[in-house]
């Protein structure tokens, strides 16, 4: 099968190792002149790093990633454990976190690796899904060319995705929040002999800073020798676009002035940040074309807010169950509007669920601070080796995060395929 992927973004480098690794001919079209590395940390949850390591990506990821099953809430202005919470036996497959610059560097490797072309300066203005055997893609400069199966993995500004649901009169805009985050990146020698700094680089689990109108969310990576900070800011901020910018970390520092002494001191040794608002999709009707041929993958059809560390997860999770679904037809080519239908029924409802649970988290991490307690720095460690999974169990429940987390898509859409075949 011919495969188009619009977007080098972690998307669709993924989707590209998925499909060329399964001997499909993939093309991958960058509207810039390279892949952008920009980002800061992120995580690959256990649901997805069980689909990439079957793309062949353990050890790789092994190299870059430290394994992140614990929690550790904060006060933002004194830095008082909350709780810390170790959520044990959850899965079979690590919940792997790293940073997205490294991340997407092996990306890229592996997708040349698996025989993906890379295109870059390929503005796509057009997307044809016309007379459903083939889709017509139209560059900026006039080139066009046909596939099989067209992969929007253009992200949350998506511009395919007008064109898929241009037979819609439906929101299809992001919707965007009041909450601004300013990310930041300090290597080990930075932090290396600063006694504030040693909460930080003493563990690899994910520090949470909680406090009213702002949050933290601090990880280090003992891999790479890195730790990343997000500082969130609810209401008006000195930021005047929508998206990534160079953020003004003096702004920054001003407004976490008096926050705990490890925070003030990540900002005093930091130069620089990347800002950029805190935006969702709304739930789109479709995420496919008429015809099925065109598909709106990862953030250009259900973008998230990032509290749940599942963004990319999910993307990963969509091109998983895609795969497997066009794997199992043996006249995929043309049965390519079944399949994609099957595969939105079988992705929506787990995405829109997850959608929730972050916008929660996100709410979560600007209210009131939390208050320490007499045995709060003491680690909980909470097994859900018994635990049932239920999406529809309260979101701070086990249920629910074994069910968010240790979750097999694959199986997931076999199930489904199984119960939608023939009743005898």
């Given at each position: 099968?011919?495969?188009?992927?619009?977007?080098?973004?972690?998307?669709?480098?993924?989707?590209?190792?998925?499909?060329?690794?399964?001997?499909?001919?993939?093309?991958?079209?960058?509207?810039?002149?390279r892949?952008?590395?920009?980002?800061?940390?992120?995580?690959?949850?256990?649901?997805?790093s069980?689909?990439?390591?079957?793309?062949?990506?353990?050890?790789?990821?092994?190299?870059?990633?430290?394994?992140?099953?614990?929690?550790?809430?904060?006060?933002?202005?004194?830095?008082?454990?909350?709780?810390?919470?170790?959520?044990?036996?959850?899965?079979?497959?690590?919940?792997?976190?790293t940073?997205?610059?490294?991340?997407?560097?092996?990306?890229?490797?592996?997708?040349?690796?698996?025989?993906?072309?890379?295109?870059?300066?390929?503005?796509?203005?057009?997307?044809?899904?016309?007379?459903?055997?083939?889709?017509?893609?139209?560059?900026?400069?006039?080139?066009?060319?046909?596939?099989?199966?067209?992969?929007?993995?253009?992200?949350?500004?998506?511009?395919?995705?007008?064109?898929?649901?241009?037979?819609?009169?439906?929101?299809m805009?992001?919707?965007?929040?009041?909450?601004?985050?300013?990310?930041?990146?300090?290597?080990?020698?930075?932090?290396?002999?600063?006694?504030?700094?040693?909460?930080?680089?003493?563990?690899?689990?994910?520090?949470?800073?909680?406090?009213?109108?702002?949050?933290?969310?601090?990880?280090?990576?003992?891999k790479?020798?890195?730790?990343?900070?997000?500082?969130?800011?609810?209401?008006?901020?000195?930021?005047?676009?929508?998206?990534?910018?160079?953020?003004?970390?003096?702004?920054?520092?001003?407004?976490?002035?008096?926050?705990?002494?490890?925070?003030?001191?990540?900002?005093?040794?930091?130069?620089?940040?990347?800002?950029?608002?805190?935006?969702?999709?709304?739930?789109?009707?479709?995420?496919?074309?008429?015809?099925?041929?065109?598909?709106?993958?990862?953030?250009?059809?259900?973008?998230?807010?990032?509290?749940?560390?599942?963004?990319f997860?999910?993307?990963?999770?969509?091109?998983?169950?895609?795969?497997?679904?066009?794997?199992?037809?043996?006249?995929?080519?043309?049965?390519?509007?079944?399949?994609?239908?099957?595969w939105?029924?079988?992705?929506?409802?787990?995405?829109e669920?997850?959608?929730?649970?972050?916008?929660?988290?996100?709410?979560?991490?600007?209210?009131?601070?939390?208050?320490?307690?007499?045995?709060?720095?003491?680690?909980?460690?909470?097994?859900?080796?018994?635990?049932?999974?239920?999406?529809?169990?309260?979101?701070?429940?086990?249920?629910?995060?074994?069910?968010?987390?240790?979750?097999?898509?694959?199986?997931?859409?076999?199930?489904?395929?199984?119960?939608?075949?023939?009743?005898?």
């Open positions: 099968m011919k495969i188009i992927i619009i977007g080098a973004g972690l998307g669709g480098l993924s989707a590209a190792i998925c499909f060329a690794r399964k001997g499909h001919e993939v093309e991958v079209l960058e509207q810039h002149g892949v952008s590395r920009a980002g800061s940390g992120l995580n690959i949850r256990s649901s997805a069980r689909i990439m390591h079957t793309w062949g990506l353990q050890e790789d990821l092994e190299s870059i990633s430290d394994d992140t099953p614990a929690n550790c809430f904060r006060s933002l202005q004194t830095g008082a454990v909350a709780t810390k919470t170790v959520a044990a036996d959850i899965a079979d497959h690590p919940d792997w976190g940073h997205r610059e490294n991340l997407i560097e092996l990306l890229e490797r592996r997708a040349r690796d698996a025989g993906a072309r890379l295109v870059f300066d390929a503005s796509v203005t057009e997307v044809r899904d016309e007379d459903g055997s083939r889709v017509v893609v139209v560059q900026r400069n006039g080139t066009e060319a046909t596939a099989d199966l067209v992969l929007a993995a253009d992200g949350i500004r998506s511009r395919t995705r007008s064109q898929v649901l241009a037979d819609l009169s439906v929101p805009d992001p919707l965007l929040s009041d909450v601004t985050l300013y990310g930041m990146v300090l290597d080990d020698d930075q932090m290396r002999g600063i006694p504030e700094l040693e909460p930080l680089m003493e563990n690899a689990f994910i520090n949470v800073y909680m406090g009213h109108q702002a949050f933290v969310v601090c990880r280090h990576n003992s790479l020798g890195r730790q990343s900070c997000l500082f969130g800011i609810k209401g008006e901020t000195d930021q005047k676009g929508l998206w990534d910018e160079k953020g003004d970390i003096e702004y920054v520092r001003k407004f976490f002035a008096g926050s705990c002494p490890e925070l003030c001191k990540v900002l005093e040794i930091t130069h620089s940040c990347d800002r950029w608002r805190l935006a969702e999709m709304p739930n789109l009707p479709r995420w496919t074309s008429r015809n099925g041929r065109v598909v709106l993958l990862g953030d250009s059809a259900h973008a998230m807010m990032p509290n749940a560390a599942h963004g997860s999910q993307i990963v999770e969509d091109i998983g169950v895609l795969e497997y679904l066009i794997s199992q037809d043996e006249n995929a080519t043309a049965n390519l509007a079944n399949i994609t239908s099957d939105e029924s079988i992705r929506r409802p787990r995405v669920r997850i959608k929730q649970w972050a916008k929660a988290n996100s709410e979560a991490f600007i209210s009131q601070p939390p208050t320490g307690t007499k045995h709060a720095d003491k680690w909980q460690i909470i097994s859900l080796k018994n635990t049932q999974p239920d999406m529809n169990a309260d979101m701070n429940s086990s249920a629910f995060l074994k069910w968010a987390q240790d979750y097999d898509a694959i199986n997931e859409a076999r199930k489904y395929m199984v119960n939608k075949g023939p009743k005898l």
